[in-house]
C-alpha cells in the first residue's frame, strides 16, 4: 500500500522559510512522480510543484518560481519543498500527491493516484 505523510508546516513571518518534506513508503517501482499541491482557505487546491523520480525533472507554479525547491532524497524516500521568501499568500494546507509514471501530471490532485493529509503552512505579514 502507498503512502504519503507531509510534515514541516508551521507558522513563519512574511520573507522566512520552512522546508516540508513527504515521506513515501509503498511503491514496488522507482518511476513515479511526486507532486506538492496546496489549498487557500476558500479556494480550489492547486498544484504547486512535481518532481519525476526517473530523471529528477522538475516543475514549479509560476508564483512559486525562484522561491520554492523540490528535491528528493531516493534513499530516505522523502521529497522536500524547500520554500523561501514566504508571503501572505502562500498560506495554505499543503499536500503531498504520487503517481506511478515517471512524468509529472498537471492533473488536479483527484486524479492523481495516491494522496497524503496535509500540513498547514501560515505565514504572517
Known amino acids: 500500500e502507498v503512502q504519503l505523510q507531509a510534515s514541516g508546516g508551521g507558522l513563519v513571518q512574511a520573507g522566512g522559510s520552512l522546508r516540508l518534506s513527504c515521506a513515501v513508503s509503498?511503491?514496488?517501482?522507482?518511476?513515479?512522480?511526486i507532486g506538492w499541491f496546496r489549498q487557500a482557505p476558500g479556494k480550489a487546491r492547486k498544484g504547486v510543484s512535481c518532481?519525476?523520480?526517473?530523471?529528477?525533472?522538475?516543475w514549479y507554479e509560476d508564483s512559486v518560481k525562484g522561491r520554492f525547491t523540490i528535491s528528493s532524497d531516493k534513499i530516505k524516500k522523502i521529497v522536500y519543498l524547500q520554500m523561501n521568501s514566504l508571503k501572505p499568500e502562500d498560506t495554505a494546507e499543503y499536500y503531498c500527491?504520487?503517481?506511478?509514471?515517471?512524468?509529472?501530471?498537471?492533473?488536479?490532485?483527484?486524479?492523481?493516484?495516491?494522496r497524503g493529509r496535509g500540513t498547514l503552512v501560515t505565514v504572517s505579514s
Open positions: 500527491a504520487a503517481d506511478a509514471h515517471y512524468w509529472c501530471s498537471r492533473d488536479p490532485i483527484h486524479e492523481w493516484d495516491y
Open positions: 509503498g511503491f514496488t517501482s522507482d518511476d513515479n512522480a
Open positions: 518532481i519525476s523520480s526517473t530523471d529528477d525533472s522538475t
